[in-house]
């Protein structure tokens, strides 16, 4: 029992497609370079190239290989899936300092203030994004654990007792798999979740 068959998409295909987002972003990035060389260096295209897309390269390309490592540990199954709304996270973070490099542009060549408008909202913003988007992804995880465990409630008495007449045939060995961990904690946390259901029908 895992936790793969709610993962709407497999390891092997966020690794390829996410893959194929960078590769597609650094050939974006050649081909700006390229057109950069028809425009004249005055232009405003010419301009927002250089002030936008190229001045935050390095930033940009962080930010892509943060959320492709968050979405690769978000393709692993429970637990090894516990660091990606960190990950994701610290990536929102990265997200809002690209936002205010493009304000600061934008001051620079409109003679606007949306910078100094958006700085400190955004140090307030910044910390409630990271939670945000940290408990959204501990949420999910454990709705992914309910829903297994509710699915397999029918299931887990027989696999148990499976389990346990081949343990028997079986040499004990201290080494666990992490999928084992993930059936013991998923399992542990569906008594928690059962237990507390017949407490409050009593109570009622």
């Not at 060995?173 to 259901?197: C, N, P, Q, T």
Request: with cysteine; charged share 20%.
């Amino acid at each position: 029992m895992c936790l793969g068959s709610y993962r709407k998409k497999s390891f092997s295909w966020v690794f390829v497609s996410r893959m194929i987002g960078i590769i597609c972003f650094l050939i974006v990035v050649v081909l700006a370079k390229i057109l950069t060389t028809l425009l004249p260096p005055e232009g405003m295209y010419y301009k927002a190239l250089e002030g936008i897309l190229f001045a935050n390269f390095w930033l940009l390309l962080l930010i892509a290989i943060i959320f492709f490592i968050a979405d690769i540990f978000d393709a692993f199954p429970f637990p090894l899936n516990l660091p990606f709304p960190i990950i994701k996270a610290f990536g929102s973070i990265f997200c809002i300092a690209f936002i205010l490099n493009v304000f600061k542009w934008i001051d620079g060549s409109f003679s606007t203030f949306l910078f100094p408008l958006f700085w400190l909202p955004a140090l307030i913003l910044i910390p409630l994004l990271f939670l945000l988007v940290l408990a959204s992804g501990y949420v999910g995880i454990m709705r992914h654990l309910w829903r297994q465990s509710n699915l397999e409630t029918d299931t887990d008495a027989e696999v148990v007792h499976q389990v346990r007449v081949e343990e028997t045939e079986q040499p004990v060995s201290d080494v666990k798999s992490w999928e084992e961990i993930g059936a013991e904690f998923r399992m542990m946390l569906y008594d928690i979740i059962h237990r507390f259901r017949q407490e409050i029908k009593k109570k009622q």
